[in-house]
């Protein structure tokens, strides 16, 4: 094949064009001196769907009822089953399964803003309200 493209500068755009390439990736020109536009399909461009970077979080804490006043409690995981005292009516109780959970948090992996969710989102890809990143929310470690 005589006419192949041997590369180099672009005859029209003079962008540097690899070898055996038919159109110029710039400015669309055909290369190959043996081809005529007619003999060449371009096919049609289809934009693919960006893929989600899914990243995973557990959560940090849970909001809990005070098993006493019923008032929302925000207590760390690293508290689970000691004792701990509500900041509303200081009863102490023991921060444990048989205490109502109304919520959890987790730090976004992608923007480091805390997430509020409910308890039935573990498990589940969600989309963080601050940036839109896409989510993993895992049970807690045992």
């Not at 049609?44 to 893929?51: N, Q, T, V, Y």
């Amino acid at each position: 094949m005589n006419g192949a493209w041997s590369g180099g500068p672009c005859p029209q755009c003079g962008d540097h064009m690899p070898a055996r390439v038919v159109h110029c990736q710039s400015c669309r020109a055909l290369l190959n001196s043996e081809l005529t536009e007619d003999s060449v399909e371009v096919p049609l461009f289809i934009p693919l769907p960006e893929l989600a970077v899914i990243a995973a979080a557990s959560p940090k804490g849970h909001y809990v009822s005070c098993p006493g006043c019923n008032e929302e409690l925000r207590i760390h995981t690293k508290y689970r089953n000691l004792k701990v005292q509500c900041k509303h009516c200081n009863k102490p109780f023991t921060y444990a399964s048989t205490v109502v959970i109304r919520a959890f948090y987790a730090q976004c992996p992608h923007c480091k803003n805390e997430l509020r969710a409910a308890m039935k989102y573990i498990g589940n890809k969600v989309v963080c309200k601050h940036c839109d990143g896409h989510i993993q929310l895992l049970p807690e470690p045992p």
